[in-house]
């Protein structure tokens, strides 16, 4: 069987990408399929994102909204099985039971119903926390626990946390003395574990591209590396297990600043185990997981977003979108594991989950309401064109023009409705979007614009029924010469013809000066930006987005993509601040 963990980088961007979750799961082929950062809240799940034909899955969501804006949508794990048979299975990737969390306060008997305070129970090795303190780590959607028979399988999104972030390095300080208590504990109870995800952490030197990491980030990889087995611990790293001196083996990269063109990332995807051999409970001589049960472990490169042949980001590649996450997948390939007793699905699966069970859901019932009630609303604020069915239903609603327009043969009412369309169209394309040149140009108030455009419809309107209407106000008879007939209809023409010529020219006109502008401008900023002094070619604009005393500031940077200071080719890591620019009326 094969297992891969996967962080997406949020999963709807992901089937978006592939046009489809069931093409997106095949994508991977494998038994087990581990996603982190799915970025769904429990409102999101619905069949296209959590169902799929061949597939029993699992889902665990962020819950809780935080003073740092993290709110639900944030995070979030899900765990895919693929199985022939979900009802009754002897097979070893659909679970025999399923939790979301590792507290033991999230678990349910129902599947998705919610389970009575009272009745919760603290997972074992979990007493020494408080109630609150494992309630806020299970909130974020970070772990799914799936009991396979054999093994244990973790599937986890460790936090992410920055140096001067105090409040975050405690929450995953926190996460992860939880977590190793909870594989202890079972450990203790002979069970075999399975940990793969996104653990956020780096190893080693040779799993990442930084050589000197900052003190927090170290302080993690410390206590990660002291589980390891090479450091004494009990957890094994499968991939470094099958290739101990491999470098650059990366598994995530920088997307702001196109690191992967140099691979210049981390592994920070991980496969653990703490298991022995399944040939028997108790350890033999020569015998190990790795060796009689792993067939291979790698990183898949073929989803890397960068791939060869890409413009590089200072020849015009910056402006590409790079389809994919900035992750990509790791995978396990096990061999010899015998079949499982017969089992069912566990409660926790989505099949189960009240807004995929069943034809029509809750969510989905809100959404297509919320859909109609905003498109009503977008129809009443916009300003109502008679169309040709307003004319021959309902004549009397309008005046006595209107009335006397709808009377009259369908030629006519052919005629009239282009001409209006054209006025629609050119009205709503000056309200809907603005142009670059209307940003340098005096604004004319709405209301003078509305009155304006209100009266060249009317009185293209007007000209047109007058066309069709005698002098003494009484529309001819329908028994017209064919003359009178084609001179009436080549005057309506020739109207509507001037029309659209008029918008057209003004259209275009409108372009050309905007055009103009816009090249002015690029001339300007292109004038001031400076060049990197590695490279001589001119640099980026950046913002600083950290919270701090430069929140907001502009900087200027060597618009090459990050790599090692050897390559001459990446980036020189110039830098420069921008002029701060001082407003009119204040003093020097």
């Known amino acids: 069987m094969k297992i891969v ?43 296209d994102l959590v169902r799929a034909e061949g597939y029993e899955s699992f889902f665990s969501c962020c819950t809780r909204t935080s003073d740092r804006g993290r709110s639900s949508g ?61 309630l806020k780590v299970d909130s974020e959607g970070r772990c799914l626990i799936t009991d396979h028979g ?23 300080l926190t996460f992860f003395k939880m977590l ?25 030197a040779i799993d990442r591209c930084d050589a000197e990491p900052d003190f927090e980030k170290n ?102 979108k790079l389809e994919g996450s900035d992750h990509v997948p790791v995978y396990m390939s096990l061999v010899e594991i015998p079949e499982v007793l017969q089992h069912s699905t566990p409660p926790l699966s989505t099949r189960y989950h009240p807004q995929v069970f069943g034809s029509q859901t809750l969510v989905s019932m809100f959404t297509r309401r919320q859909t109609t009630e905003q498109v009503t609303s977008e129809e009443s604020e916009s300003p109502h064109i008679p169309s040709q069915e307003d004319f021959l239903s309902t004549p009397e609603t309008y005046d006595s023009r209107a009335a ?66 005698e002098p003494d106000g009484v529309p001819s008879p329908a028994d017209e010469s064919g003359a009178s007939k084609d001179c009436r209809s080549s005057a309506i023409d020739s109207n509507q013809h001037k029309c659209q010529l008029d918008a057209c020219d003004s259209d275009k006109e409108k372009r050309k000066v905007a055009l103009q502008e816009w090249q002015r401008i690029q001339q300007l900023m292109q004038n001031s930006v400076p060049l990197c002094k590695g490279h001589q070619e001119p640099c980026v604009p950046r913002v600083v987005k950290k919270a701090g005393p430069n929140l907001g500031r502009r900087f ?27 407003s009119k009326g204040r003093g020097k």
């Open 150 to 172: 054999h093994f244990v399988l973790f599937n986890l999104y460790g936090p992410r946390a920055v140096q001067d972030d105090s409040e975050r390095i405690q929450f995953k």
């Open 74 to 134: 944030y995070s979030g794990v899900a765990t895919f099985c693929r199985v022939k048979s979900a009802f009754m299975s002897n097979e070893v990737a659909l679970p025999i039971s399923a939790e979301e969390g590792f507290t033991g306060l999230l678990a349910t008997s129902k599947g998705y119903e919610p389970r009575k305070e009272e009745c919760a129970s603290i997972a074992e090795g979990l007493e020494c926390f408080t109630r609150d303190e494992l």
């Open 404 to 469: 006397q327009i709808s009377v009259l043969g369908s030629q006519s009412n052919s005629n009239i409705l282009p001409c209006i369309a054209t006025k629609k169209k050119a009205r709503l394309g000056q309200g809907s979007q603005l142009t670059l040149n209307s940003f340098f140009q005096k604004h004319t108030h709405r209301s003078e614009t509305s009155s304006s455009s209100f009266a060249d419809s009317k009185l293209c309107q007007t000209d047109i029924s007058y066309s069709r209407i």
């Open 556 to 582: 200027y940077a060597c618009a090459r993509a990050e790599g090692p200071s050897s390559n001459p080719e990446a980036n020189c890591g110039y830098f420069k601040w921008a002029a701060v620019l001082k």
């Open 219 to 320: 302080v993690f990889r410390q206590w990660f590396r002291s589980l390891l087995v090479q450091n004494g611990g009990r957890l094994l790293d499968i991939f470094r297990a099958k290739h101990p001196d491999r470098k650059g083996a990366y598994t995530c990269w920088s997307q702001s600043t196109g690191a992967e063109e140099f691979n210049y990332g981390s592994r920070i995807d991980h496969i653990l185990s703490a298991t022995s051999c399944l040939h028997g409970e108790e350890i033999q001589e020569g015998h190990d997981f790795v060796t009689c049960n792993v067939a291979e472990c790698d990183i898949l490169m073929k989803f890397q977003r960068w791939k060869p042949g890409n413009t590089p980001r200072w020849k015009g590649g910056r402006s590409i």
């Open 180 to 204: 190793e208590r909870r594989w202890e504990c079972l450990m203790h109870q002979g069970r075999r574990i399975v940990i793969v995800g996104d653990l956020n952490i780096a190893p080693a």
């Open 5 to 47: 963990t996967y962080n997406v980088n949020g999963l709807r961007p992901r089937i978006q990408q592939y046009g489809s979750l069931l093409k997106l799961l095949d994508s991977l082929d494998a038994d087990i399929i581990c996603l982190q950062e799915t970025k769904l809240s429990k409102n999101d799940i619905r069949a």
